[in-house]
């Protein structure tokens, strides 16, 4: 069955740039849109962006300045970036698909935490 | 589209039937879903399109609503099914999510 799996720094700097990678495994990342979503304690979860297989991209307007979303299908993977990140942005990020048939989160990673400190 | 759900939190005992609402901030149709989340794990899909069970979720789980008001219920609650229950709307983007319902043992 389709796994995700997140791998990336656990702790940033302030002001640098966080980057995160979902692979995927057991399925093809063809056909579906990709998605980052985070959690954390003071915001609940929050939908930061999603990607396409061919490259499209859709990103939350809170964060749009600062997020970049790529994929590398010869890899099956897609990958976060995330600049001038600063306390705020320490949360547990999550890569998830959506199937474009349901429009919901119906498989996630399980989660990397990622926190913001010098 | 704002996202907010009622109770923020309940506590229930094996076998009662339980119901969580979520309301949308604006018209949203159908497309809402619903996750249940437990410690340390990540949202698992229930309830896509406001009332289609995900596959390989028990039937005890239903959804209905449509426009801004929703409800989850789970008609007869078992042990695992003590967690924190997330609404979302994928009618827009930014797809936004409801702040939990968290359903603990009485």
């Known amino acids: 069955q389709v796994q995700l799996q997140e791998s990336g720094p656990g702790l940033v700097k302030p002001s640098e740039t966080l980057s995160l990678t979902c692979t995927v495994s057991?399925?093809?990342?063809?056909?579906?849109?990709w998605n980052w979503i985070r959690q954390s304690p003071g915001k609940g979860l929050e939908w930061i962006g999603y990607?396409?297989?061919?490259?499209?991209?859709n990103y939350n307007p809170s964060l749009k300045s600062r997020v970049t979303l790529s994929v590398d299908t010869s890899k099956n993977q897609f990958s976060l970036k995330l600049s001038s990140v600063t306390t705020a942005d320490t949360a547990i990020y999550y890569c998830?698909?959506?199937?474009?048939?349901?429009?919901?989160?119906?498989?996630w990673g399980q989660g990397t935490m990622v926190t913001v400190s010098s | 589209i704002q996202m907010t759900q009622s109770p923020s939190s309940l506590s229930a005992s094996v076998g009662d039937r339980v119901t969580i609402t979520c309301r949308a901030s604006?018209?949203?149709?159908?497309?809402l879903n619903w996750y249940q989340q437990k410690p340390g794990k990540a949202p698992n899909l229930l309830i896509y399109?406001?009332?289609s069970l995900q596959s390989g979720v028990p039937s005890r789980f239903s959804g209905s609503g449509s426009g801004t008001d929703f409800t989850l219920t789970i008609s007869s609650l078992q042990p695992e099914d003590f967690a924190t229950y997330y609404c979302?709307?994928?009618?827009?983007?930014?797809?936004?999510f409801g702040p939990g319902t968290r359903v603990d043992i009485k």
């Open positions: 399109a406001a009332s």
């Open positions: 998830a698909r959506d199937p474009l048939s349901s429009n919901a989160f119906d498989i």
């Open positions: 979302q709307q994928s009618y827009s983007t930014p797809f936004t």
């Open positions: 990607i396409s297989y061919s490259g499209s991209t």
């Open positions: 604006q018209s949203i149709s159908t497309y």
């Open positions: 057991g399925g093809s990342i063809s056909s579906y849109y």
